[in-house]
Each structure stands twice: as structure tokens, then as C-alpha cells.
């Protein structure tokens, strides 16, 4: 019979099916029951079984970021706005010089500011600014977006003041054409390029055919109501596209483009991009940090807000780090840098978020396959309206013709188009500002859907600053001071934080390390290695057990008492204890609590022993806790999970982690400023090293699929009502683009900023 390890490490029986040893999670895939009692279900062969025979590859998630790499914003998927042949070349230079012949909106590289041509408004076309959808620093009317409303707005007035006036018809309908032709212009264009480039017939051409008809068929007034409320509905589109470029926008200007670099005793300003990694940069009280970097001289309080979320400054001295972008508060810093300006968080927090836009939602994928054959069908519809009553029933052609009409253009899909991506848009860059960075809305969408969050102990849930509280002298052949030395001798090759607070202690107590030498890490055990031609270890209690060491079980819990037990021996015996304790984080409590209301099963998964992994999992009240557990065992706990709960998210630090993180539903890498590895694997990075923000993450996931739920509703019911009063004949063309199209597109980007003003749960 296979092995069959129990996660507990009082038992000794290696085929145990003890229900209570796996916290009643059984292995068998097909089992539904929480609390499972059934011992034939805890065969570990059950899940290996599933492992092999199972592509859990649509699970993992990680990818290389390249952070050279912009990506254009596009909320609308229609085909006047998904322009194939839009080829717009962008110099990564930043020089800005941009070829208006050639536009690509599908163009994976291009730079953040946003073209002025036609189809994509950016916003940096021109050093006068020309092509900017509202150009920062002019009167409103100076924009000519807003020029076109306003003269087509007159024209539209003018020409009903005329037909209330008894003037000549011509003079009339030319009003009202000059008035459609300035409005539809533009949308004429896209019509154009919809249908001659890409055979494809957009919201523009119905549009246009709507226009045309309307004069033809003798309602000039209708035909200049269409192409002027179409043009202002599409403004606001680009203008919700257009706040969402600047949010991002905004965050590059965070931070500053020249900074004071230390040249011997004198300082010199320089562009950020000119400074080289290993200057010296100032930084005086007021002054945004340049540069990424490492405070060498000064301390001062630092506004992290725009990386990290955190309303709070942080206190920093010596060694810290430091971000491109944040505020020093009061003191005076020498900064030595550490990253290229290119490179600086900031950057990545950047490029992640326009990113962010290639991982979509299922909602919307369904949205836009759902368009691609609506706009079709309601074209038929309006045929059908237009002929078959005429002819087979003998009705009037002009009146069926216009109810046809009214029935085109309310069938235009841009506002059930953008009901999705802008509500996504708002959730992501919202979530940017509280120090949450979301991948893609795919992840927005499936957080909902978590039913259970697996935790790693040692700085998630606790804050991982870990230090050494007590040494133990077994061997009295070796003093405390020996203890430490060995100790901290193995544990200066390791990175873990425990041996980082081992480390630590020895320095403070001036206590020098060995020559080591055959160092070897056993995963999840431990460190052997030779120290000054003789072999000794540092280990857990996993490394012992079933050793010939002379310990006792009931030995090592009187030392443990909720702390991590670490084992110094040699060849023959062990010689000593040293224990470490962690600080439980002030709100994990609260986390939890949160957690659990909302009906989410958590999970504590820990490779320490089992009674520091009970004290801590009964302090904050953690529903499961697995504990003395080896790396391959957090992934297969996982797929447990998953089996039995549904969709799982874990929370790691992106390191230790990566595996699980990159296999979980959704991976949240805790404290990822500053750690590309955590940023990489996970789909949810947390900039600040802080799990306060998991509550949020929900709350938002929540609210952004209620709200984007309710827009697709509203655009459904709405157009589904003007399209049966239209038939009917109770509403007039005007109103149906009025309200089917303009009135609909206001209220679904009104509705969607209102996930911009979820708040954290916990605060």
C-alpha cells in the first residue's frame, strides 16, 4: 500500500485515514460533504490520482510581465472602435511624432499618451494640444468636440425656428443638413472605414443610413436629431475612455522628472532618465522621491499613498526603501538608487494596470459575441418593419419606413457594448488608488466566485518580522553563546525569515559565524552543512522525527508554547533549542471575520509545527490549519481545497509561495512593492504588506458585478422597450436615439463611477 502521510505530527501511522488528522477534507474529488467522516476517503492515492489526470494548467496563471510593453485602453468593443486597420505608430522615444494616416487601436505597443486622431482621441498629438479631447488648460468651448455640439446644437435650433417661422422648406432642410453634416461627419468617416476596410456594419453606418433616410423621406429634423445625439452619446464614450487613460496618466506624472543628484559636496539636476543606478540622489522635506532607491543618510516620514493605498506616512530611515513618486514629509534623505527610471514600481504599476486590459472578463467576451450577431439581426428587423407591412398588408411606406428607421438606430449596441468594460475600467483603476493592483477584469469577476482563502502563515498573517525569544542548551558541552553561533552560522546561507531573525540576534550579540562549508537546504526540513570541518544541522520538527535523537514529543511542546521550535544538533545528538515568535498582523482578526460573514472557508497552511500554528490559527480564528507541512504539500492541499469547496484564492508573499499562488483560482501576493516575483505569479498583488485589504477586494468584486449586472439590465430592457414602442409607433426618431442610445450611454457610465466609492469594510 502507498504511503499515506496524515497532516499530523503526532501520528506515526503512515496509512492513516484518521478523518480528524486531515481536518475533515477529505481527498476524493466526487465527495461533497464539508465535514467528511468517511475514512476511505483520506487515501492521499485519490488526489494523485486526480493530479495526473487533471490538466490543472487552466489554473495557473503566472506570466512574465514585460514592462517595456504599453498597451492601449479601448472600452467599446464595436467595429467602428476595434479598428484592425488603425496602424498608429508610437515611438517609444517619447517624442511624440505620430502618423494621423495610420491609426491601429489593436497596436499592443503604444505609448501612453493618447492620439488625436478621429478614432482614438489621444490627447498628445500636437505641442498646442490640438488633438486632445479637452485640453487641459483651455475654456471648454476652445475643445473642438465641444465646438461640434454646440454649432450642430444652434443649426438643430435655428432650424426649428425657421419651420415655426413659415421660412422657404429649403432654406429649412439646408439649416438642418449643415446642422448633421457637422455632427456626422466624424461618424460618417467611421461608417466608412467600418464597412469599406473591415466589411462590417457598425453603429456609424446605421447611424448614417438613419440620417440619409430621414431627409429623404421628408423628416430633416430627425435626420439632424440622429447624427447630433449620436455624436454626443459617442462623446461621452470617449470621454469615460478618456478618464480612464488619465488615471493612468496621472500615475506616471506622480512622479517627478528630475531630481537632485549628489556630485561630491555640490548637487546637480538632473532628468530621472539620466541618473544611473549607484548615484546619490537629495531628497529634501516636501520633494517627491526620483527614484527607486535605499535610504543611505537621514530618516524621514514617507507618504506612500500613491504605491501603497496607505493614508499614513511611513517612518523610514537607513536602509529602507524607498519609491519613485512618494512624498518625503519632513526630513532631509540621500538616497542611493537602485532602479532605472524605466523600471521603477511606479512604471510597473503602470504597465500592469493597461495590461489589465488584455485579461477579460467572460462577461464581457459574452457581451461582444452577443453584439457581433445583434447589430445584424436588428438590421433585418428594421427591413422586415419597413417592407412587409407596405406589402403585404398595403400600409403607408413613409410611415413604416420611419418606424424602421426609430427601430435602427435605438439597435445600436454602444451602450450595452460599454456596460461591462467601463464598470471593469472604474474597478481596476479604483482599486490602483487603494494600493490593489488587478490584473485583468477576469480576476474582478472571479473573486466573487471564491468560496475559499488559503493563507500562508509567516508574514501573511503574521507580520513575518520575526525574532529569536529563547535559546535552550541541551548538550552542556555547548554553551548558549555556541548555540547561537552554530545556528546562525547554517542559517546565514538561508533567505527565510527565520534565519534572518537568527542572523540578527547573533549580530546584536556580537557572536561571529563558523566557516561553513557542504551546505545543504532540505526543503521544508531544514540545513545541514559542516561548520569548521564538523557537520551540524538546524531543523524542524520534521528532520527528527524518526531519527535516533533522544527528544520527546511532550520535550518539544514544553518548549514550543505557540512559538517555532528550531532544532540545533550534530552528527550524534541534539544539542539545543532555539525558538522564535511572530507578531499576529493588528486586523487579522478582523480579516477573518469579514471572511467568514460573507460565508468564504479559510485555511492557514504552514510549514511550522502544530502548536505555533494552533496558537495562531485559534487567535484570529481560522476555520482549518495544516502545519509541518513540505512545499509539495501546500499544492496539494490546495487542489483538496478546491475539490472540496469550489474556487480557491491563497494568499502568499509571491516567493515561497509562487507554486500555489500561480495554482490558486486567484493569487494574492502580499507586499508586492518591490517584488517582481510576487507581482508575476500573482493574479492580485497587494502594494502594501497588509491583508486589511482582502475584505475590500471582495466588496468591490461584489459591488463591480452588481453594478455591471444592473447596466446590462437596464441596456436590455431599456432598448427591448423603445424598440416595441417604436413599431408601434408611440415614440419619435428622435427620441429613440434620445433615449435608446444617448440617454442610455449616460446612464451606464454614471452608474458604473459609482464603483469608484466602494470603501473598505474594515475602515
Request: hydrophobic share 40%; charged share 25%.
Amino acid at each position: 500500500m502507498e504511503e499515506n502521510r496524515c497532516y499530523d505530527p503526532d501520528c506515526g501511522d503512515e496509512n492513516c485515514r484518521n478523518p480528524e488528522h486531515y481536518n475533515h477534507i477529505c481527498f476524493d474529488p466526487e465527495c461533497n460533504e464539508v465535514k467528511c467522516e468517511n475514512s476511505d476517503h483520506y487515501n492521499q492515492q485519490l488526489l494523485r490520482n486526480y493530479q495526473e489526470n487533471t490538466d490543472l494548467s487552466v489554473h495557473d496563471h503566472s506570466e512574465k510581465i514585460d514592462y517595456d510593453k504599453d498597451v492601449d485602453i479601448s472600452l467599446c468593443g464595436c467595429p467602428d472602435c476595434a479598428d484592425d486597420d488603425h496602424d498608429h505608430d508610437h515611438d517609444h522615444e517619447h517624442d511624440h511624432e505620430h502618423d494621423h494616416d495610420h491609426h491601429d487601436h489593436n497596436d499592443k505597443d503604444v505609448d501612453i499618451s493618447l492620439c488625436g486622431c478621429p478614432d482614438c482621441a489621444d490627447d498628445d498629438d500636437d505641442d498646442d494640444d490640438d488633438g486632445e479631447l479637452l485640453a487641459e488648460g483651455k475654456p471648454l468651448i476652445a475643445n473642438r468636440p465641444i465646438q461640434i455640439i454646440v454649432a450642430s446644437a444652434i443649426l438643430f435650433v435655428l432650424g426649428h425656428v425657421f419651420e415655426f417661422l413659415s421660412f422657404d422648406t429649403t432654406i429649412i432642410t439646408a439649416t438642418y443638413m449643415l446642422g448633421a453634416v457637422i455632427a456626422g461627419y466624424e461618424i460618417a468617416i467611421l461608417a466608412y472605414k467600418s464597412l469599406v476596410k473591415k466589411h462590417t456594419i457598425g453603429p456609424a453606418m446605421l447611424m448614417c443610413i438613419a440620417c440619409v433616410a430621414s431627409f429623404i423621406i421628408g423628416h430633416p429634423e430627425e435626420g439632424a436629431a440622429v447624427t447630433f445625439l449620436y455624436y454626443i452619446a459617442e462623446f461621452l464614450e470617449d470621454y469615460s475612455e478618456f478618464r480612464a487613460r488619465r488615471s493612468i496618466k496621472s500615475l506616471v506624472e506622480i512622479a517627478p522628472d528630475t531630481a537632485r543628484v549628489k556630485v561630491g559636496d555640490a548637487e546637480e539636476i538632473k532628468n530621472v532618465d539620466e541618473v544611473d543606478i549607484g548615484e546619490t540622489v537629495i531628497v529634501k522635506p516636501g520633494d517627491k522621491v526620483p527614484l527607486d532607491g535605499e535610504i543611505i543618510s537621514g530618516s524621514s516620514s514617507i507618504n506612500q499613498a500613491s504605491i501603497t493605498g496607505e493614508s499614513v506616512p511611513v517612518l523610514k530611515g537607513v536602509g529602507d526603501e524607498v519609491f519613485s513618486g512618494t512624498v518625503n514629509e519632513d526630513g532631509y534623505l540621500e538616497v542611493k538608487v537602485t532602479t532605472a527610471a524605466k523600471d521603477s514600481m511606479i512604471s510597473k504599476i503602470v504597465t500592469l494596470v493597461k495590461s489589465s486590459q488584455l485579461n477579460r472578463s467572460e462577461t464581457e467576451t459574452l457581451v461582444e459575441k452577443v453584439a457581433k450577431y445583434y447589430t445584424p439581426v436588428m438590421m433585418v428587423a428594421a427591413i422586415c418593419v419597413a417592407l412587409i407591412p407596405p406589402l403585404a398588408l398595403g400600409q403607408n411606406l413613409t410611415d413604416w419606413v420611419y418606424k424602421a428607421l426609430s427601430l435602427l438606430v435605438i439597435s445600436c449596441p454602444c451602450a450595452f457594448l460599454i456596460s461591462t468594460p467601463v464598470g471593469m475600467v472604474s474597478a481596476i483603476t479604483s482599486a490602483t488608488r487603494n494600493g490593489v493592483i488587478i490584473k485583468g477584469s477576469t480576476y474582478v469577476e472571479e473573486m466573487r466566485n471564491i468560496k475559499a482563502v488559503i493563507f500562508d502563515k509567516t508574514g501573511t498573517l503574521t507580520e513575518g518580522k520575526l525574532k529569536l525569544s529563547d535559546v535552550k542548551v541541551l548538550d552542556e558541552s555547548y554553551s548558549k553563546e555556541d548555540i547561537v553561533r552554530i545556528a546562525a552560522s547554517l542559517e546565514s546561507e538561508s533567505s527565510h525569515p527565520i534565519a534572518q531573525a537568527v542572523v540578527d540576534y547573533a549580530n546584536d550579540e556580537n557572536i561571529s559565524s563558523g566557516n561553513v562549508e557542504e551546505f545543504k537546504n532540505v526543503p521544508g526540513k531544514g540545513i545541514v552543512a559542516n561548520i569548521d570541518g564538523e557537520q551540524y544541522y538546524a531543523a524542524n520538527e520534521s528532520l527528527i522525527d524518526g531519527s535516533s535523537f533522544d527528544i520527546s514529543r511532550d520535550e518539544i511542546n514544553s518548549y514550543a508554547e505557540g512559538k517555532t521550535v528550531i532544532f540545533i544538533g550534530n552528527a550524534r545528538n541534539v544539542i539545543g533549542i532555539i525558538t522564535v515568535s511572530d507578531k499576529i498582523r493588528d486586523n487579522a482578526s478582523e480579516v477573518i471575520e469579514d471572511l467568514k460573514g460573507q460565508g468564504v472557508q479559510t485555511i492557514m497552511l504552514t510549514g511550522d509545527n502544530k502548536l505555533a500554528a494552533k496558537s495562531v490559527a485559534s487567535e484570529i480564528g481560522i476555520d482549518y490549519v495544516y502545519s509541518d507541512l513540505l512545499p509539495q504539500d501546500k499544492l496539494n492541499l490546495l487542489d483538496t481545497v478546491r475539490n472540496k469547496f469550489g474556487d480557491v484564492a491563497m494568499v502568499g508573499d509571491g516567493i515561497n509561495d509562487a507554486p500555489a499562488l500561480a495554482r490558486a483560482n486567484i493569487g494574492i501576493a502580499m507586499g508586492a512593492a518591490g517584488s517582481d516575483v510576487a507581482i508575476e505569479t500573482a493574479d492580485v498583488a497587494l502594494m502594501q504588506d497588509d491583508i486589511s485589504k482582502l475584505p475590500y477586494l471582495f466588496a468591490l468584486s461584489h459591488k463591480t458585478m452588481g453594478i455591471i449586472k444592473q447596466n446590462i439590465s437596464l441596456a436590455i430592457t431599456i432598448k427591448l422597450l423603445c424598440a416595441v414602442l417604436a413599431i408601434v409607433g408611440i415614440i419619435t426618431l428622435m427620441m429613440s436615439v434620445g433615449v435608446g442610445d444617448l440617454g442610455l450611454t449616460l446612464l451606464v457610465i454614471l452608474n458604473s463611477f459609482r464603483i469608484g466609492m466602494v470603501k473598505d469594510p474594515l475602515f
